[in-house]
Each structure stands twice: as C-alpha cells, then as structure tokens.
C-alpha cells in the first residue's frame, strides 16, 4: 500500500509546513528579523545609490533643490543625520520597554507575545535601523572616495528623505503604541488572534472529528496498554503541536493504528505515557525497524517549553482569560475590562461549537483507522474561558451577569445535545456562585433571573424539538 501524499490546500507539503511552524511562529513574534531584513535592504540602497550617476539628474531640477559641492559636505551631513537618527531609534526603543513593562504588569505577561508581534511596531523599528544602516554604508562607502570622485548627490537626497520619513514614522509609532496599550484594543487583537487560530485549526480537524463522532472511535486505557505497544514522551514540556497527517503516512507504511492520548497545549513529562501502536509491528513483519518508527513518530510529536498560539485554542483563550484575571484582581478592581473580555469571547465561542467531539480519526484511502487521537473539544474550550473568571467575579454579580447573556448566547447556537447540557451546567454554576458569594438579595434575584433565562430557553428549544 503507498502511503498517501499530504498537501495543505495551497498545494505545499504538509511535512514540510509543521517542520517551520515553530520556527514561524518565533520569527513573527520577534522584534528583530523585521529589523533585519529593512538592515540589509538599507545597505544595499546605499550601495546602489552612491554609484548611481547623479550629475544629470541633480542639474535637471529646479534651482532650489538643494546641491553638495564637496564630498566632505555629504559627509558632514550624513553624519549628523546619523547621529539624530540613532537618538530616536534609542527613544522608540526606550518607549516600547516601557509600553511592555506596563502591559506586562496591567495585562498579563503572555500578551507581550502580541505587542511583540505586532506588524506596525516591527516595521517601524525596521524602518529606523534601515535607515540607520544606509547612513552608516554610506560613510564608509564615502570615505574611500577622493576629492576627484564624484559627489554622491542621490546618496545625500536618499538619505535626507529616509531621515525625513523616519521622522513621522516616530510620531506614528507613539500614537499607535499609546492606542495599543488601551485594555480594549488589546483585547480585540487577542481576540482576533483566537478567532485565526480556531479557523485554521477546523480546516485541519473538521473532517477527522466528524469521522470520530460518526464511527465512535475510542482511546485506550493507558494503564491497559500493552508494555512493547507504548509511546512514552521523550522529554518534558508542552506538546506544541502535532502533525496528523504526516503520522497518517508513517502508520499506513507501517500497516499500524497510531492513538494518542494527548492533545496540543497539554504538558507532558518525559516517560508518560502519550499513546499506542497497535497491532505491534514486531510479530508481523521483521522488515519494520520498531527504533525507527518511535523515533519517527517523536518526531512528529512537537514539544518544547513554551505553548504556541498557533496550534493551540486553549492557549490563545487563556490569553484572553488571564486579561479578565488581573481586571478583577484587588490590586486593579477593573469589572469593565473583564465584562469586555467576557463579551469577546462569546463572540468567538459559537465557531469553537464546531468541535464538537473530543476526538480525532484519521483513515487511509480503503476507509481502514490509522490514527485516534484526543483532541480540544467544546467543553474544554467553554471551562477554559468561564471557570477561572467566573471564581474570581463569584461576588460581583455586575461581571455575572454578562457571563449569564453570553450563555444564553450561545444555547440558542447550540449545534449538539451535549453542548447544550454543558452550557446549562455552566448556568448552573454562575447561580451558585452568586447563591454562595453575593451578599445582597437584589443582586442575587438579578443573576438568578439571567440565569433561568438560559434554562427557559433551553427547556423551550427542547420542546421545540420533540414537537
């Protein structure tokens, strides 16, 4: 049987994406590949245009464009600009520490990933070492040229016009970092940025969950695994993501089923017990390094010290959650914050109703199961957003009461039986919580009403269905 080729839906090897994915994802939450490139785009202008012959174009413009008579002149000036240019390329750096101390200690540490890899600050510190960089190239381009060489009057204009442009890129650049420390805007990207991550996660795992829930595949008991059968992890840390479809490939040349037991943004420690090999290569055909095929399915299993937005839904929810965390915290006593956070999770909630099964099944092109695997289901996700925030707001009914309309909310976009009973739950909880902690009578009928309101509607969507 040949194994299946995997491509994403652009047509590029799907071995090949999840080999840089981890890689991507440091580079574009970086403040200093960006930088980089505008530094060797800033060499290579100056290059070009202290070589450019300029004497034609300088004498075809008006009289008062301006014109250098002397190298040393440019150099004069080119120094200077370079000295003012290097001040406010410290100022903005100065200003962004600032701005992720500040969110750091007000918004949580995990959001500083956002600020970090945010286009318009990476561009506009680029765009200052870029021009930095065509400065410096400059000079010592200029400083290997005689009094009878020609005077670089587009290296001089070039570089005028960077400093220039610098200049209003630094004022852009403070404007959009005091608007991006605002606790609303920061949410909205957050949330955004998890609305991106549970799209692109349901282009990879809608069809395997949907055959999952259909043919009722079920994992393993880890303690019922046979010893030569076991995937144990290999080191400790977070699984940052796995790549499905290459294990597929891996089990039909194998001839095996792959099941995993752990999922993306779960912390394993080296030796669990992760999954299973079923039926054992070993007996069956000697042909099959067994080394070979456990070093290659580790290989496929992605881990390391810090979880990734990228691959994994809960970790961008705990973004948005830990935002509502400190809000409600003493020290800070922002109910509004929180009450914001509430509201834009609902809004990215109903999408995750999609994963609606806790598990994965993959299959090869005769319908034969190669791999199951335990994946982040609704629930998850819901316990992920609501049950920190909920204990923390149990006596501020202000906060508990928009946690009750997002649930009513989301009951009436309910896609499944047992979400429906999860989002009740959850109703339930939010009562007790303020049945136990809110001390007024009037603020406890008032959370109770919102709460009967999801149950009400629940009840009645029910009889609806049996009608």
């Not at 299946?4 to 440091?26: C, Q, S, Y």
């Not at 949410?187 to 795992?205: D, K, M, R, Y």
């Not at 194998?254 to 039926?279: C, F, M, N, W, Y």
């Not at 695997?373 to 508990?400: T, Y």
Request: with cysteine; glycine share 6%.
């Amino acid at each position: 049987m040949s194994p299946r080729k995997a491509h994403d839906k652009n047509g590029v090897p799907l071995k090949m994406f999840h080999r840089f994915i981890r890689l991507w994802e440091m580079i574009s939450h970086s403040l200093w590949f960006t930088p980089l490139l505008y530094a060797v785009g800033g060499a290579i202008l100056a290059l070009l245009s202290i070589r450019l012959p300029g004497g034609d174009l300088i004498r075809s413009l008006p009289d008062f464009w301006p014109r250098f008579g002397t190298i040393e002149t440019v150099q004069d000036l080119t120094s200077t600009l370079l000295a003012t240019l290097v001040t406010m390329t410290t100022f903005a750096l100065s200003v962004t520490m600032v701005v992720l101390t500040l969110a750091a200690g007000s918004l949580g540490p995990r959001t500083i990933r956002n600020f970090m890899g945010d286009p318009k600050t990476q561009n506009s510190l680029g765009s200052f070492v870029g021009s930095i960089l065509f400065l410096i190239t400059t000079l010592v381009i200029m400083g290997e040229q005689g009094e009878g060489d020609q005077i670089p009057q587009i290296a001089a204009m070039a570089g005028i016009t960077l400093f220039v442009v610098s200049l209003f890129v630094l004022i852009l650049f403070v404007h959009h970092l005091g608007r991006s420390i605002v606790a609303d805007q920061v949410i909205h990207n957050v949330g955004a940025n998890l609305e991106t991550t549970i799209s692109s996660s349901l282009e990879t795992l809608k069809s395997p969950i949907e055959r999952a829930a259909k043919i009722k595949c079920a994992l393993p008991d880890a303690a019922s695994i046979q010893s030569e059968r076991i995937i144990r992890a290999t080191k400790s840390g977070y699984v940052q993501g796995i790549a499905y479809d290459d294990l597929l490939e891996l089990a039909i040349r194998a001839d095996i089923k792959i099941a995993l037991t752990i999922r993306a943004g779960q912390h394993v420690i080296a030796g669990d017990i992760i999954g299973e090999i079923s039926p054992y290569p070993t007996a069956r055909d000697s042909n099959i390094d067994t080394d070979k095929l456990r070093e290659d399915i580790d290989t496929e299993i992605m881990i390391g010290n810090q979880r990734t937005a990228l691959l994994d839904i809960e970790f961008a929810l705990r973004q948005l959650v830990e935002i509502a965390l400190r809000a409600l915290s003493p020290g800070i006593n922002d109910p509004f914050t929180a009450i914001a956070v509430i509201y834009r999770l609902g809004r990215a909630l109903p999408e995750a109703m999609r994963f609606h099964y806790p598990l994965g099944l993959w299959q090869d092109d005769q319908g034969k199961e190669r791999i199951c695997a335990h994946l982040s289901d609704f629930g998850g996700m819901l316990d992920a957003a609501f049950d920190q925030i909920r204990q923390s707001a149990a006596a501020k009914p202000d906060v508990l009461l928009p946690m009750a309309e997002v649930l009513e909310s989301l009951v009436g976009l309910a896609r499944h039986p047992g979400q429906q009973e999860i989002l009740r739950e959850h109703a339930r909880l939010i009562e007790r919580a303020a049945a136990r902690d809110v001390p007024d009578a009037t603020d406890r009928r008032a959370v109770e009403r919102a709460v009967n309101r999801v149950l009400r509607q629940q009840q009645a969507k029910d009889d609806y269905s049996a009608a």
